[in-house]
T-cell receptor, first 110, second 116 residues
Framework: GQNIDQPTEMTATEGAIVQINCTYQ??????LFWYQQHAGEAPTFLSY????GLEEKGRFSSFLSRSKGYSYLLLKELQMKDSASYLC???????????FGAGTTVTVRA | GAVVSQHPSWVICKSGTSVKIECRSL??????MFWYRQFPKQSLMLMAT?????????EQGVEKDKFLINHASLTLSTLTVTSAHPEDSSFYIC????????????FGPGTRLTVL
């Protein structure tokens, strides 16, 4: 099984940077995903890491350390529309199931 | 990215009735689809894995006779909530992964179920 932890809430100012950490314990690892979810909507894919290191996609970057069971999502140049819940999810090696963390609600203030 | 649709977007029903939710992959064939449930301010919980041409695999604690899953074709999976009760009110989301394995599952827009 998977045990995934991430902070419940974070608040930041427009234009700032926020880092959302995710730690996991897994019986079989086949990739870590970050999703964004606005209230009342389905999650949308942000990033995927399966090897150690940093993946950069525009204003969003994601980092993975498999040996530490640790990932973070970095949001730069925050915009009001970035206010949402950010979900960390780990994929199982055997059956490709995704296990989700509880999500981190990010509030961007002017 | 790939498109997955769900129908209906929202439904209100009376306690004791059954509700069917459809999940379609619009631009790829999906041998496997997943059904999730999300309660307010909580994360997604996997309910079951829907396999085309075979029985669904249910997660522990999910009643297979209450949540009927049919994956009749490579582009359609249905979830039927039978004898719905108010505690079944939730946001139901399906996802599908392209057959190449790929790097993500693509989520449908979700179905908001309210049982009165």
């Amino acid at each position: 099984g998977q045990n995934i932890d991430q902070p419940t809430e974070m608040t930041a100012t427009e234009g700032a940077i926020v880092q959302i950490n995710c730690t996991y314990q897994t019986s079989g690892f086949n990739g870590l995903f970050w999703y964004q979810q606005h209230a009342g909507e389905a999650p949308t894919f942000l990033s995927y890491n399966v090897l150690d290191g940093l993946e950069e996609k525009g204003r969003f970057s994601s980092f993975l350390s498999r040996s530490k069971g640790y990932s973070y999502l970095l949001l730069k140049e925050l915009q009001m529309k970035d206010s949402a819940s950010y979900l960390c999810a780990v994929r199982d090696y055997n059956d490709y199931k995704l296990s989700f963390g509880a999500g981190t609600t990010v509030t961007v203030r002017a | 990215g790939a498109v997955v649709s769900q129908h209906p977007s929202w439904v209100i029903c009376k306690s004791g009735t059954s509700v069917k939710i459809e999940c379609r992959s619009l631009d790829f064939q999906a041998t496997t689809m997943f059904w999730y449930r999300q309660f307010p301010k909580q994360s997604l919980m996997l309910m079951a894995t829907s396999n085309e041409g075979s029985k669904a695999t249910y997660e522990q604690g999910v009643e297979k006779d209450k949540f009927l899953i049919n994956h009749a074709s490579l582009t359609l999976s249905t979830l039927t909530v039978t004898s719905a009760h108010p505690e079944d009110s939730s946001f139901y989301i399906c996802s599908a992964a392209p057959p190449s394995g790929g790097d993500t599952q693509y989520f449908g827009p979700g179905t908001r179920l309210t049982v009165l």
